[in-house]
């Protein structure tokens, strides 16, 4: 089925992962480059004239910066604009300083946009706590494309060979980036117990910098094996292979 609305995609990085499937999906992608933790005013203007171009009916905000930058933007782009926040609760020791700045700001201005949607009911009433507009919100949890991520015995078998896990090791799986957020140490704690160390068990790790963690990986038993395995395009296949999927996240999760 066509799809009748005309996306347009104003990237402030430079991150190119998702390239792939915004043109498949025949989506333009405008990338602007901003350097972490600097602000440009030109390009600030940029984005003022790149939405003028387009001219769109709806502007969609993902997450606290671009949100922010909208709010700049306002006086010159005046467009139905919604809110789109993913954020949890927060980390005063661990969450970017920048982050809570925004959100304090943010919040000042929550009552003007048409909508504010939320990925769960839980981050709503965070966000509603701390002060953010009630009035105009809603909740759309995420989706999941159950034709996609689906058992398949063929992904288990495949990839169980590609990585010489042996037929007789449980298999636990974990998927994000390593960061304090994801809390990678507190599954290492729970496999150092002793109840625990006594299983044969494949440990399979994925994520950005996940190889980072190499250096934690201490006095684990001799019948448990890792593997630390960077990003992948093909996730959806590694959960077929886990006979158990772990999220130890501490914070910030939505």
Not at 236 to 241: L, P
């Amino acid at each position: 089925k066509k799809n009748k609305f005309l996306h347009e995609v104003i990237s402030l990085t430079k991150n190119k992962s998702l390239l792939y499937k915004f043109r498949k999906n025949n989506i333009r992608v405008h990338f602007l480059n901003f350097k972490k933790y600097s602000f440009n005013i030109f390009k600030i203007f940029k984005i003022i004239s790149l939405i003028k171009k387009i001219n769109p009916k709806l502007i969609c905000s993902w997450m606290y910066h671009a949100i922010f930058i909208s709010i700049l933007i306002k006086k010159f782009i005046n467009k139905k604009n919604i809110w789109l926040i993913r954020h949890g609760n927060f980390n005063n020791k661990h969450s970017k300083k920048i982050t809570l700045f925004l959100k304090k700001i943010i919040k000042k201005f929550s009552i003007f946009p048409e909508k504010i949607l939320y990925c769960s009911h839980s981050s709503k009433s965070i966000h509603i706590k701390e002060g953010f507009s009630e009035s105009n919100t809603k909740v759309i949890v995420n989706g999941v494309d159950t034709n996609k991520f689906k058992f398949n015995k063929k992904f288990k078998k495949i990839l169980r060979q590609e990585f010489k896990i042996p037929q007789n090791y449980f298999v636990i799986g974990m998927v994000g980036r390593y960061h304090p957020q994801k809390n990678h140490e507190q599954l290492l704690r729970v496999l150092n117990r002793e109840e625990i160390k006594k299983n044969y068990i494949a440990v399979v790790l994925i994520g950005k910098n996940i190889k980072k963690i190499r250096s934690k990986i201490i006095n684990r038993s001799k019948k448990h094996k890792f593997y630390l395995i960077n990003e992948r395009q093909d996730i959806h296949k590694f959960y077929s292979m886990f006979d158990l999927h772990i999220s130890t996240s501490s914070f910030g999760e939505s």
